[in-house]
């Protein structure tokens, strides 16, 4: 089984916080790692290599400093890593994100492809559906289990708003995970020496094939126009006094502002 | 790069390199530059004191690259989802923004429907569709990727609205990003606001970004359609007029075929995990009730209120209740009347996928938790003294 994994270097929004002044991030010393859902996206790759053999590829696109990213999902135990990197990709769109790994993907070969749900920097979601649909295989998306997976085929279970849904589908297939799925191992002794020793193959938009019509920001639809601080709670109200008379205050702004 | 620094005015405060989260900016020989890993995420100029880092706009490269013919594209639609048959609460919210940006560019609001019948898409009318393209072949009753983007897509391509907006819901969130993809458009992830620029045409879509700390506003100005997911709750729904009449346009669904199969679709069983995504009011329980058995104290105070049960990570990690129950980061956005946060002290993974609710009481011990920075109401002290007190006295207001 080829199994491809994409992830993504993200800031570490676990160290942000807000200016409470300016309601801004103060960002000073944040590091970087892999965006928390790919590590459940690199897990299944492994689980699906040990039950069935086969080969787990790390991928990502990003700045040479994402080989960080690449040689973590190494330690965890991945097989080898491709980084796409170049200056043609800068300023990508979740569109041109999508059509530049579906190219590295197209050449690398793929019978799995496993994304996380979401980055938590951009929070979008798109990438992935997005991968497949370049790719021109099925996808299914926010994967809480995997019920069985074969030759040419795999069920998985797909979280919904009001339970989940059994789906069956043929590989080749992308499939983007939800943290339920499984617990990410923590790197291996092993897989630390392997991951400082090993070669990350870098990828330049000539190796994959691509349009460059099609890459970074001439590729992407889409533009931020502006970034803005989002409007402050306003006016929090501290309720105090014994228990009942804190409930009891509750209950009367409640009614106050009628929503009881 | 359509970001760049003056150099007359930068001072090399290096106060851009560290707000950078991709480590795009440096400062060499007293003056900042920005590499190529830029990301167009505009901190540094956010940061900058001496408004030294500018936008600035190719506008030549945008009017040459104006894709195809953006003029054809007239009206908006709205992609209205159904579980059961039965049109979700997302889609009436919609139709109410819907009508709003059409109204403004005079101009017909549709709405797509697959795998319902005529009374659901009658209900679309009186909620303000002028038209409804509905599709009521049982196929499409269940939700199935291939499908869903073959048939929009096929629509879109015929019809060529200017703006398309569909639910960030798992359906929508999973097979618009493909339909776009297949139409090599623009699409914009769970907007919470919408607004017109009239001279364009172009659609102004606002949405948090990294973990709604940030807004930003994304514009897709050259191509067509215009695509957009929206969070659930944050529209408000438009007039429902009942003899309001329009068009319902029977779509075949002819040729459609597909790789993934649904096989069997699972309920969640417990009446209390009702979908946190369109609950009026959620009472959220974290580490600081202790055990799973606290989930008991809560669940009596949200069928008093008629509310769901939300979870921070702690207590979902910690085994005491399903990842369904998830809010935050890892888990789901909700942005519900009244959001009740028991023994959760506010981490900011929580607090991004609850601060948009209308009203937020926090009880919680310690007076210093961060949750009390965002709460409307907040109560220092014993979740399991004030919650149960509280669950009584509402029975008495309410004459349970």
């Known amino acids: 089984m080829r199994i491809i994994v994409c992830i993504k270097q993200v800031p570490d929004t676990a160290e942000v916080r807000i200016n409470p002044e300016t309601n801004t991030l103060i960002r000073e010393g944040l590091h970087s790692i892999i965006n928390p859902f790919d590590l459940h996206a690199i897990e299944a790759g492994l689980e699906i290599r040990e039950k069935v053999g086969g080969k787990v590829t790390a991928l990502t696109m990003g700045p040479p400093q994402a080989e960080d990213a690449l040689r973590e999902a190494i330690s965890m135990g991945a097989d080898e890593a491709v980084l796409l990197t170049d200056k043609a990709f800068a300023g990508s769109d979740t569109l041109a994100t999508s059509y ?109 094939g691509a349009n460059e019509e099609e890459l970074g920001l001439k590729g992407s639809p889409t533009q931020v126009k502006n970034i803005f601080a989002p409007k402050a709670r306003s006016g929090r109200m501290m309720l105090e006094g014994t228990p009942e008379e804190e409930v009891n205050a509750l209950i009367e702004e409640l009614r106050r502002i009628k929503c009881l | 790069m359509p970001v760049i620094v003056r150099a007359e005015r930068c001072t090399g405060c290096k106060v851009c390199v560290s707000s950078c989260p991709y480590d795009a900016m440096s400062v060499a020989t007293g003056v900042a530059s920005i590499n190529e890993y830029c990301q167009l995420c505009m901190a540094c100029i956010e940061v900058c004191p001496e408004g030294a880092i500018v936008e600035i706009m190719e506008e030549t490269d945008m009017e040459t690259r104006r894709h195809g013919d953006t003029e054809s594209y007239r009206g908006i639609w709205v992609f209205a989802e159904q579980r059961d048959g039965k049109v979700a609460g997302v889609s009436y919210e919609l139709l109410g923004a819907g009508r709003r940006l059409s109204d403004e560019l005079k101009v017909e609001l549709g709405a797509v429907l697959f795998g319902a019948d005529g009374d659901e898409a009658n209900e679309l009318i009186r909620w303000g569709a002028d038209k409804v393209y509905l599709c009521n072949d049982p196929a499409l009753m269940k939700f199935n990727e291939d499908t869903y983007s073959e048939l929009l897509s096929r629509l879109i391509k015929k019809h060529k609205p200017e703006i398309v907006l569909a639910g960030a819901t798992p359906i929508g969130r999973s097979f618009i990003p493909r339909v776009a993809a297949r139409l090599r458009t623009g699409l914009t992830a769970d907007c919470t606001s919408l607004e017109i620029d009239k001279e364009t045409r172009n659609l102004l879509q606002i949405r948090p970004a990294f973990g709604g700390n940030i807004m930003a506003t994304v514009l897709c100005p050259r191509h067509r359609p215009q695509m957009a997911t929206v969070r659930p709750r944050v529209m408000k729904k438009g007039g429902y007029v009942a003899g309001r009449s329009g068009e319902i346009i029977h779509i075949e669904a002819g040729g459609l075929t597909s790789r993934t199969r649904v096989i069997d679709t699972i309920k969640d069983v417990s009446a209390l995990t009702m979908n946190l995504h369109e609950a009026d009011v959620i009472v959220s329980g974290g580490r600081g009730l202790g055990d799973a058995k606290g989930f008991r104290v809560l669940e009596e105070l949200a069928r008093v209120m008629g509310g769901a049960i939300g979870a921070s990570r702690a207590a979902v990690d910690a085994g005491w209740i399903s990842y369904s129950h998830q809010v935050g980061q890892t888990g789901k956005t909700v942005s519900p009347k009244i959001y009740i946060a028991c023994g959760i002290s506010g981490a ?48 008495e207001v309410k004459g349970l």
């Open chain 2, 348 to 395: 900011i993974q929580h607090l991004v996928g609850m601060q948009s609710s209308d009203i937020i009481i926090a009880i919680n011990k310690n007076p210093e938790a961060p949750i009390f920075n965002v709460a409307t109401y907040g109560i220092v002290g014993d979740l399991y003294e004030i919650v149960p007190l509280l669950t009584k006295k509402i029975k």
């Open chain 1, 100 to 208: 530049a790994l579906a190219r590295a993907i197209e050449r690398l070969g793929a019978d799995i492809v496993f994304c996380g749900r979401q980055a938590i920097d951009g929070d979008t979601a798109q990438v992935g559906p997005g991968i497949a649909e370049f790719l021109g295989i099925p996808h299914i998306a926010c994967v809480r289990k995997i019920e069985e997976v074969k030759e040419g085929l795999i069920r998985v279970q797909r979280l919904m708003d009001d339970g989940y849904d059994v789906v069956e589908s043929s590989l080749p297939i992308l499939l983007t995970v939800v943290k339920e799925l499984n617990v990410p191992r923590p790197p291996s002794l092993r897989g630390k020496i392997a991951a400082k020793e090993a070669l990350i193959k870098r990828m330049t938009p000539a190796d994959i």
